[in-house]
């Protein structure tokens, strides 16, 4: 069974820095191992639609919202199973619960808050 598992959110003062982490499991069971995965961070604030935050690909190619582009960097650990985003510059805006998801498929992890204060 597929699991994702997010860790590393917190309080953090306007201006502040966050690592975000998301250990994938389960992925060979399914027939896909995460090196050929795609990956994608989202984000759900108080009140609003879960958006997208970034994503990679398993030619490490990036897309960013708008909103954090050159705040934000997603990354990956293969090795590890792991995929990182790098938050730094943190506004109030960016407060919410962080989830990450395998591109395309149904699997999500539960999600890290992150409340940025001002």
């Known amino acids: 069974q597929v699991q994702l598992v997010e860790s590393g959110g917190g309080l953090v003062q306007a201006g502040g820095s966050l690592r975000l982490s998301c250990v994938v499991s389960?992925?060979?069971?399914?027939?896909?191992?995460?090196?050929?995965?795609?990956l994608g961070w989202y984000r759900q604030a108080p009140g609003k639609e879960r958006e997208l935050v970034a994503r990679?690909?398993?030619?490490?190619?990036?897309i960013y919202a708008d909103s954090v582009r050159g705040r934000f960097t997603i990354s990956r650990d293969n090795a590890k199973n792991t995929v990182y985003l790098q938050m730094a510059t943190l506004k109030p805006d960016d407060t919410g619960v962080y989830s990450c998801?395998?591109?395309?498929?149904?699997?999500w992890g539960r999600g890290t808050q992150v409340i940025v204060s001002s």
């Open positions: 998801t395998l591109t395309g498929t149904p699997y």
């Open positions: 389960g992925t060979t069971v399914s027939g896909t191992a995460f090196r050929y995965t795609s």
């Open positions: 990679i690909t398993s030619s490490a190619t990036t």
